[in-house]
C-alpha cells in the first residue's frame, strides 16, 4: 500500500461547483496534515493545515478521519484560478521524532474547472 | 522578500559533470529539506539538514550525491557526474518547528542533462 494515496483525476468541474477529494495515508503514526497545491510544476505553496478538528478558509474546508487515515478538501463555488494540482502531505515525524521524516507527498490531484 | 530562494532557476549540464544546487531558507528558518521531481512524478523527500547537520538522508542516492548546509551560508545539493536520469525539478523547503510547521518551498531548480 502506498504511504500516501490519492485519485490522480482529472477532475473536471464547471466554474462555480463544490468539488471534494479524499486522500489516504497508510502510517497511522502520522501526527501532520496538510494541503498543498502545485500549479504547471511550479513549487508547491501550502494550501492549508489539517487539524484533528477541521479547518476552513474560505470557500475551503479540510477534515481529517484518524480512524479511517485519510483527509479530504472541499472547494465551493470554484473558480477558474483553483485549476491545479493538489498535493495531499502527510508528515510523520511528529515533534517527539524530531520531524525527521520530511514530508510524504501524494502525487496529486488533477483539477481543472471549466467556464 | 524573506522566502526560500533558490539559485539558480535553470541549471544545464553535460553529462559526468557536476551539478550544485544552492538554497537559503526563510529567514528565522533551521531546518532544510530536499525534494526532487522528476517528469510526470510526485514529490520525493531526498535530505533533512539543520545547521552543520545531516538529520536523515534516506531519501538520497547513496552515491553522486551529498548535502550540506554550513554554519554560514545557503545549504548546497551537489550531484558528481550527472546522469540523464538526474533531469529534474529540485526543490528546497524549509521549516520552523519540524514535524508541527509546515514547510515552505523555493521556486525549485531545474536540472537539465544534456
Known amino acids: 500500500r502506498k504511504e500516501v494515496e490519492q485519485d490522480p483525476g482529472p477532475f473536471n468541474v464547471p466554474e462555480g461547483a463544490t468539488v471534494a477529494f479524499n486522500c489516504t495515508y497508510s502510517?497511522?503514526?502520522?501526527?501532520?496534515f496538510f494541503w498543498y497545491r502545485q500549479d504547471c510544476r511550479k513549487e508547491p505553496k501550502l494550501l492549508m493545515s489539517?487539524?484533528?478538528s477541521g479547518n476552513e478558509d474560505g470557500r475551503f474546508t479540510a477534515q481529517l478521519n484518524r480512524a479511517s487515515q485519510y483527509i479530504s478538501l472541499l472547494i465551493r463555488d470554484s473558480k477558474l484560478s483553483d485549476s491545479a494540482t493538489y498535493l495531499c502531505?502527510?508528515?510523520?515525524?511528529?515533534?517527539?521524532?524530531?520531524?525527521?521524516?520530511?514530508?510524504?507527498f501524494g502525487k496529486g490531484t488533477h483539477l481543472i474547472i471549466q467556464p | 522578500n524573506a522566502g526560500v530562494m533558490q539559485n539558480p532557476r535553470h541549471l544545464v549540464r553535460r553529462r559526468g559533470q557536476e551539478a550544485r544546487l544552492r538554497c537559503s531558507p526563510m529567514?528565522?528558518?533551521?531546518?532544510v529539506y530536499w525534494y526532487r521531481q522528476l517528469p510526470e512524478e510526485g514529490l520525493k523527500f531526498m535530505v533533512y539538514?539543520?545547521?552543520?547537520?545531516?538529520?536523515?538522508e534516506s531519501g538520497m542516492p547513496k552515491e553522486r550525491f551529498s548535502a550540506e548546509f554550513p554554519k554560514e551560508g545557503p545549504s548546497i545539493l551537489r550531484i558528481q557526474q550527472v546522469v540523464r536520469g538526474d533531469s529534474a525539478a529540485y526543490f528546497c523547503?524549509?521549516?520552523?518547528?519540524?514535524?508541527?510547521?509546515?514547510?515552505?518551498f523555493g521556486d525549485g531548480t531545474r536540472l537539465s542533462i544534456l
Open positions: 502531505v502527510v508528515n510523520a515525524g511528529g515533534i517527539e521524532r524530531g520531524g525527521a521524516d520530511g514530508l510524504t
Open positions: 502510517n497511522s503514526a502520522s501526527q501532520s
Open positions: 523547503a524549509s521549516s520552523a518547528t519540524p514535524g508541527i510547521e509546515p514547510q515552505h
Open positions: 529567514k528565522g528558518h533551521s531546518h
Open positions: 489539517v487539524y484533528s
Open positions: 539538514l539543520q545547521k552543520e547537520n545531516i538529520i536523515d
